[in-house]
């Protein structure tokens, strides 16, 4: 079993910047990829961005170049730095982790995320 426990969202004006971060316990030593995804209102959740246990990172066409996602893995966390925000990123974010290689099978519980115009 592996807990994650989010923050950092909130509400910030268009233009400017969110940290958020996710920190893992419990069966750590299973995790390998660690996720972001966001679900916007009215709309799927989407993956955001991701990051292997080796550090390759992917990232959905809407945040690249504005979003950066890194890992700490001493301290067994994952963040996810927000740059130029726009009201269309406003969403509940989630961290997710793989730990048997086929897609996400932990959550945290979601953090707001609000962008005002």
């Known amino acids: 079993q592996v807990q994650l426990v989010e923050s950092g969202g909130g509400l910030v004006q268009a233009g400017g910047s969110l940290r958020l971060s996710c920190t893992a316990s419990g069966s750590i030593f299973s995790i390998n990829a660690m996720n972001w995804y966001r679900r916007a209102p009215g709309k799927q959740r989407v993956l955001v961005a991701a990051i292997t246990s080796g550090g390759n990172t992917n990232y959905a066409d809407s945040v690249k170049g504005r979003f950066t996602i890194s890992r700490d893995n001493a301290k067994n966390t994952v963040y996810l730095q927000m740059n130029s925000l726009k009201p269309e990123d406003t969403a509940v974010y989630y961290c997710?982790?793989?730990?048997?290689?086929?897609?996400?099978?932990?959550w945290g519980q979601g953090t707001q995320v609000t962008v005002s115009s």
């Open positions: 997710a982790v793989d730990t048997v290689g086929l897609g996400p099978d932990y």
